[in-house]
């Protein structure tokens, strides 16, 4: 197996709602198949999927989908000062305040938030992981690339 992730699919309660929180975050929708959402991102996809339809392709009770399940999502930011207006964004867009945008122990400064939906998304600025030109993130960044 190749070291990547080529699509995270996230189980929604309202596709269109959600589907609309994220373009509202500035994202845009390709083409899909009926019945999921996509939004391209740096090599790879956030696939947008009815919670019921997810749970019944996985052979599970839908309520078996749901709850903080310890997995969160990060999107790493160029500059220290883009932290804090993303999250009230996303916060004005529907989502939840979970922490507010300051400094962390390790150097950076973050904040977190949760969608609609109840997944967790993490806002930071790595100030020891540079985004490449495209805005690409890799753990020890792409400074002098």
Do not use: C
Request: glycine share 12%; aromatic share 12%; hydrophobic share 45%.
């Amino acid at each position: 197996m190749e070291q990547r992730v080529s699509l995270i699919t996230l189980a929604v309660r309202d596709l269109e709602r959600s589907a609309a929180f994220y373009e509202v975050l500035g994202w845009t929708r390709v083409q899909s198949p009926d019945g999921v959402i996509a939004f391209d991102l740096l090599g790879q996809t956030l696939g947008l999927y009815p919670r019921e339809d997810l749970a019944d392709e996985l052979g599970i009770p839908v309520d078996a989908i749901g709850g903080f399940s310890g997995v969160t999502l990060a999107h790493n930011v160029r500059n220290k000062e883009d932290v804090a207006p993303l999250i009230e964004r996303a916060i004005e867009a529907g989502g939840r305040p979970l922490k507010t945008a300051q400094d962390v122990f390790w150097g950076g400064f973050h904040g977190y938030f949760a969608d609609p939906d109840g997944h967790v998304w993490e806002i930071a600025w790595n100030p020891f992981s540079p985004l490449s030109v495209a805005g690409a993130f890799r753990w020890n960044g792409y400074e002098g690339e």
